[in-house]
């Protein structure tokens, strides 16, 4: 059998800087208008692939997870490059878990970028996004990265120019809440039209929010238009969470919002200072919460790590393909 080929990846969380939530749609998922946003909290994976004949699959995480996504990714891409072998996968979880942070679809679209790049095979933006898009909505941002705007269910994805957010506080409170369970309390219509005045502004609103933060990204006009419909319904379930939205107002964050369907909450402050403040003041409110510093991490970065962790020297140092090529193609 080959020689081993390894990576280790750095699997980068998300927020929603902002999430409307529109229609049920035939096939069961919703319409949304969504900004996803790229951060520095991951999870961490080592990947380790040997060629060969009968192909194998092990995952271990430090998390026990049940049906994870890690491997039935790492399955789809060596169906489709009919790859054999033997594939290992250490998974360090670091991202919380139903906290609408997208740890999971992270992960797998890391397995996506490294598993062809390590078998030393070349699959296309679009291959990728269509199996991206079988595993799971929030999939095809992370073979991305960076600002992007998500229509659709979440995998039309347009990208938007790299915001400054160096300062943040994620609050990640002892909840974990079912994405399912949110979206039933939404009681979004079937295929109902976004019609009537209410619908009307909260469109109106989030095209100015796309287009102040098309036009002038490095400004502050963005923030204003930052909202999340799941936080109406999550927040009357789980009564800790706006107190812990509005104390992040307080301390002077903004914005201050649930991510996803939560529960994580995230702050943007205008200094490391006042964000430190916040961060001691938060700790002593106890409740089992965790805290975690975090800042927005671009397309640019994002990417040119999996480059630097998967492509051959020459690409690292010159070119710019995305997804990145093999140091294995022969």
């Known amino acids: 059998m080959s020689a081993p080929r390894r990576?280790?990846?750095?699997?980068?969380?998300?927020?929603?800087?902002?999430?409307?939530?529109?229609?049920?749609?035939?096939?069961?998922?919703?319409?949304?208008?969504?900004?996803?946003?790229?951060?520095?909290?991951?999870?961490?994976?080592?990947?380790e692939y040997r060629p060969g004949g009968r192909?194998?699959?092990?995952?271990?995480?430090?998390?026990?997870?049940?049906?994870?996504?890690?491997?039935r990714a790492a399955d789809r891409v060596m169906q489709t490059i009919k790859a054999?072998?033997?594939?290992?996968?250490?998974?360090?979880?670091?991202?919380?878990?139903?906290?609408?942070?997208?740890?999971?679809?992270?992960?797998?679209?890391?397995?996506?970028l490294a598993l062809p790049a390590l078998a030393g095979v070349r699959l296309s933006e679009e291959r990728l996004h269509g199996i991206a898009v079988a595993l799971g909505s929030d999939v095809p941002f992370f073979l991305m990265g960076g600002t992007a705007l998500g229509l659709g269910r979440g995998e039309e994805l347009y990208p938007l120019p790299s915001l400054r957010g160096r300062y943040g506080l994620l609050v990640i409170p002892p909840v974990a809440v079912s994405t399912a369970e949110a979206y039933q309390a939404l009681n979004r219509p079937m295929d109902g039209e976004l019609t009537g005045e209410t619908s009307f502004h909260r469109m109106k609103g989030f095209q100015s929010f796309?287009?102040?933060?098309?036009?002038?990204?490095?400004?502050?006009?963005?923030?204003?238009?930052?909202?999340n419909d799941f936080e109406a319904v999550v927040f009357r379930r789980y009564p800790l969470l706006p107190s812990l939205q509005r104390k992040l107002r307080r301390l002077g964050a903004w914005p201050a919002r649930m991510s996803g369907s939560g529960s994580t909450l995230f702050g943007l402050f205008a200094s490391r200072e006042e964000?430190?403040?916040?961060?001691t003041a938060m700790s002593k409110m106890g409740a089992g919460l965790r805290l975690k510093p975090m800042s927005f991490v671009s397309r640019e970065r994002y990417q040119a790590e999996f480059v630097k962790a998967l492509a051959p020297p020459e690409q690292q140092e010159k070119e710019k393909t995305w997804p990145p090529r093999s140091q294995y193609e022969e």
């Open 7 to 47: 990576a280790r990846l750095k699997a980068y969380a998300k927020v929603n800087l902002s999430l409307l939530v529109g229609k049920r749609r035939q096939d069961g998922f919703h319409e949304l208008r969504t900004v996803f946003q790229t951060v520095s909290l991951g999870d961490v994976l080592e990947v």
């Open 84 to 112: 054999g072998g033997e594939l290992r996968i250490r998974l360090d979880k670091r991202v919380p878990m139903g906290g609408g942070l997208g740890g999971g679809s992270s992960d797998a679209a890391a397995v996506l």
């Open 275 to 279: 964000r430190d403040r916040a961060q």
């Open 210 to 227: 796309a287009r102040a933060m098309a036009s002038c990204a490095q400004g502050q006009d963005w923030k204003a238009f930052c909202e």
């Open 55 to 71: 192909r194998r699959i092990e995952l271990e995480s430090s998390v026990a997870i049940a049906d994870n996504i890690v491997a």
